[in-house]
């Protein structure tokens, strides 16, 4: 197909297959040979001489002919296998059948009775032996492509002397001796020859499409239909298994896209390893994504387990977790860097399928999880994961990327050396859309939190209720946080509060369970660092006051609810925005600007703002995840109750053990008990950037004391989370009017309401209301409350201050020794593995893959059934 001759004859030959009414014998080899027997060809040459048009109507009114191709494609492969593929025309002729096979075997998967076809036996022929013909076509075919992957002088450099003479017989080769690259596994690095890899790479591309009978299969429900197609390549009937396996790692792991780093080089010399890890990894995600067990333990019964997931499962080397872990950095933060030359290096873009992949490893293998978390490359890993959520959080063809994003960095909070590592401080090396700050890398994800809540698109809503579930798990570690991600978590308790928006849903009010958590975990175990917050709380204790004053009466239900929908507009976007009517106009003082700056300082310079998809632009419909409920379960993190009496208990001295000691000691000593415990999680409602984070009124904190209506007396007694079993958490947003006495604070925002049918028909009751009300742990702020804001009253007055910096001075050297509420445990919620997610990966997967095969594209234009195709 290297010449115009040459391509015609290929296109006469496929259009007499779809014309003849009879036919075509078999055994007419000049005919077949026109398929695969020119000397120069290309995939996109197959993929443009064959149209799909043409390949339907080959399997609907020629079968036999289809038939037959396949048939004599798979022959030639496994003929090739048999000849060691010992001259350049039996290479030509191998590739050729690949691509052929890569652009007809997914319009045969859209038949049901063409699936089967493939586990038929393979025709009797004069090559082939006896125990050949009783083989499936699809084993011959895996077979065989498996052998080719490690063939000298094809795939791999040759061991020994080359030559047609001297070619090692394939079945009989040790391909142990062939892999790919250096790493797990293998200690030589073996010649990097361009070609073997443009070979290795049509291979694979030919496997996936082999692979890809799930998505032409309709989903049931959450169950898993077996893919005979994998289990046969993962099985130990494959004897090529296991140096697939760490050929496909190695190579992924130890891809280097910048290489010694001369500027522009990906423009000037073509990158043949680049397409072969972006195929490794898309292999490498879809056989360990198929897990027939449904456990990831390790003794399962071999013939019927994964070898593949076993394998990975059984890595511990620590050299070998930091090859994989340097390999995951490395091609993470690539996207990342930052050159004085604009795009000078080269940036990968297959990030979807790295982080697919990590999360496998991280399932499967919990020595490596652990690893990652004991050492502060995790953070190389959290930052990259927030830049790509914080890039893609206005776009709706990448809220798949948003969603793993999100479930990684669930899977590590819910281990408590992630909460520890997230202090270590940031140092900004890429612009991000995000204020300008100076802290650690927990000020880094609230703040990007925050963003994804206020300006991402709607199809996040889903999403509320992990983030927040992240932010508890690692608040009780979080030694210092700064005004900026301070003020933001402040915002987010006065926007989910407000009582409409409470009042509007079933679930929302448990959003304010999890911020309340936060902010008790902070103030009990990580007090001491924390004076910004504490500062934020003090000046925004009117958000605490109306919680617990809120009113429960049907009347009060009833004027709430009618302010839901003042003014309502529908945006160029499709939202529906609510803005606040009545603004009460607001008075600044010096400090309020100061306080305000903090939290509305630029994006960084060079950043560019989170941009929606371009009109047009594909994506693909995924299966929805399931309520944090089933996500997550709930493990106690407390200190001994020996601990506990000691947190409460000063020394004659007024001194207080330090309590994030207490707690480091407990959390060593591995005193945990696991609590189950249920938190449904359903969303439905995301709101829009805040204009105004709400300025901080300093001056109001002389004018404003504690009422005899605000004594702790009247708090709700709870020192955890109880969450009522009657409805889902949700993750949900709101906005209060925040005034002081004499002063208000005029914030604007706007909202993106969601309703759904079910909700529809609920109306808040009074006692409903208050069973919730009564359980909020409001305790431990209002004591803090109570005992702080008089002093810091009393200062601003002796002192005639106005300066937020003498302040913070004050808290910082503060104390709240026997004053707090016995501290409440610490409970951290775990991912667990389900059905639900399965799922969702799965069809994540699928979809990415789908999308990112362009060239060719192999699965484009068909009808595929697992997910659907979509344009923004």
């Known amino acids: 197909m290297g010449n115009t001759d040459t391509k015609l004859n290929f296109r006469k030959a496929f259009v007499e297959l779809t014309t003849k009414t009879r036919p075509i014998d078999p ?7 026109q398929f695969w027997s020119d000397t120069a060809a290309s995939a996109l040459d197959v993929f443009t001489l064959i149209p799909a048009n043409e390949i339907r109507t080959l399997r609907d009114q020629s079968p036999n002919n289809l038939a037959t191709l396949t048939y004599k494609s798979v022959e030639k492969l496994v003929k090739a296998v048999d000849t060691s593929c010992r001259t350049q025309q039996d290479q030509m002729t191998a590739l050729n059948c690949v691509r052929l096979l890569t652009r007809i075997i997914p319009y045969m998967f859209e038949d049901a009775d063409w699936r089967t076809f493939f586990w038929s036996s393979l025709p009797s022929s004069h ?15 895996v077979s065989a492509l498996c052998d080719l992957l490690f063939c000298p002088d094809f795939t791999v450099s040759a061991n020994r002397k080359s030559g047609p003479d001297r070619a090692e017989d ?7 001796e062939y892999i790919w690259e250096a790493g797990v596994g293998a200690a030589n690095s073996p010649n990097h020859v361009p070609q073997h890899d443009c070979n290795r790479t049509e291979i694979l591309k030919l496997l996936l499409a082999c692979f890809s009978e799930t998505i032409y299969i309709q989903p049931s429900g959450d169950t898993l239909i077996p893919n005979k197609w994998i289990e046969y390549f993962s099985s130990g009937e494959n004897r090529h298994a296991l140096p697939l396996f760490t050929s496909l790692l190695n190579v992924v792991c130890s891809y280097d896209p910048v290489g010694i780093g001369l500027p522009y080089n990906h423009l000037i010399f073509a990158d043949s390893r680049e397409p072969l890890v972006e195929a490794a990894l898309q292999v490498l995600v879809v056989v360990l994504d198929h897990d027939t067990n449904n456990s990831c333990e390790e003794d399962t019964t071999p013939n019927m387990d994964n070898l593949f997931i076993n394998y990975i499962s059984r890595i511990h080397r620590e050299e070998d977790f930091y090859f994989i872990l340097k390999g995951f950095t ?7 860097t930052q050159t004085y030359l604009p795009n000078s290096t080269k940036k990968i873009q297959f990030h979807q399928e790295l982080l697919v992949f990590f999360w496998k490893m991280c399932d499967y293998n919990k020595k490596f999880l652990y690893y990652v978390l004991k050492s502060s490359d995790v953070l190389d890993i959290l930052v990259p994961i927030l830049y790509h959520l914080n890039d893609s959080r206005a776009d709706q063809s990448r809220v798949g ?4 994003g999100v479930f990684i960095l669930l899977l590590l909070s819910g281990e408590r050396n992630f909460g520890v590592r997230l202090n270590k401080p940031y140092t900004a090396t890429m612009p991000m859309d995000i204020p300008v700050f100076t802290g650690t890398h927990a000020d880094l994800l609230i703040i990007v939190f925050h963003k994804i809540i206020t300006t991402g698109h709607q199809r996040l809503q889903p999403l509320f209720d992990c983030l927040l579930t992240i932010l508890v798990n690692v608040s009780p570690y979080l030694k210092t946080l700064s005004m900026v991600s301070s003020t933001k978590l402040l915002h987010f308790l006065e926007a989910f509060s407000t009582p409409w928006f409470l009042f509007s849903s079933p679930n929302n009010h448990h959003l304010i369970f999890f911020l309340l958590e936060i902010f008790n975990n902070i103030i009990q175990y990580q007090f001491d660092g924390n004076s910004n917050l504490v500062y934020t709380i003090i000046r925004k204790r009117q958000v605490f006051h109306a919680l617990a004053n809120l009113a429960t009466d049907s009347s009060s239900i009833n004027r709430s609810l009618m302010k839901k929908a003042p003014l309502m507009k529908k945006p160029s976007k499709g939202k529906l925005d609510l803005l606040r009517d009545n603004p009460i106009k607001e008075r600044k003082t010096s400090t309020d600007s100061a306080v305000s700056n903090s939290a509305e300082t630029p994006s960084m310079e060079g950043s560019h703002p989170a941009l929606p998809a371009e009109p047009g632009t594909l994506k693909v419909s995924l299966a929805s995840i399931p309520g944090i409920e089933k996500m997550t379960e709930r493990e106690s993190a407390h200190p001994s109750t020996q601990q506990l009496n000691q947190l409460t208990r000063g020394n004659g001295n007024g001194i207080l053990h330090p309590v994030s000691n207490v707690l480091s000691d407990a959390t060593n000593k591995g005193e945990v008990e696991p609590i189950m415990v249920q938190v449904d999680g ?6 829009e950037a805040d204009s105004d984070i709400g300025s901080l009124d300093i001056s109001g904190i002389a004018g404003a004391i504690l009422t005899g209506n605000e004594t702790p007396a009247q708090i709700p007694r709870s020192s955890s989370m109880p969450l009522s079993h009657s409805s889902p958490a949700a993750s949900k947003a709101r906005n209060l009017p925040t005034g002081t006495s004499g ?3 005029h914030m604007q925002r706007s909202f993106s309401v969601l309703s759904t049918v079910s909700e529809s028909k609920w109306s808040p009751s009074p006692d409903w209301v208050q069973g919730w009300k009564s359980k909020l742990p409001l305790q431990t702020v209002m004591r803090l409350l109570q005992v702080l804001v008089p002093q810091v009253e009393k200062i601003c007055i002796d002192k005639g201050l106005t300066d937020e910096s003498e302040i913070l001075k004050f808290l910082q050297h503060g104390t709240l020794v026997g004053l707090l509420p016995v501290p409440h445990p610490i409970l951290i919620r775990k991912y667990q593995a389900n059905s639900g997610t399965t799922m969702w990966f799965r069809t994540y997967m699928w979809g990415v893959i789908y999308l990112r095969n362009t060239d060719p594209p192999v699965w484009y234009d068909t009808d595929v059934r697992l997910f659907e195709i979509q344009r923004v």
């Open 330 to 336: 490395r091609l993470l933060n690539n996207p990342l």
């Open 401 to 404: 990327l948003m969603h793993i």
């Open 743 to 745: 002063h208000g604070v």
């Open 682 to 687: 359903e969303n439905n409602l995301a709101f």
């Open 127 to 141: 090559t082939a032996t006896e125990e050949d013909d009783t083989l499936p076509l699809a084993k011959a075919l």
């Open 27 to 33: 055994h007419d080899e000049d005919y077949w040979n």
């Open 170 to 176: 394939l079945q009989s080769v040790d391909s142990c």
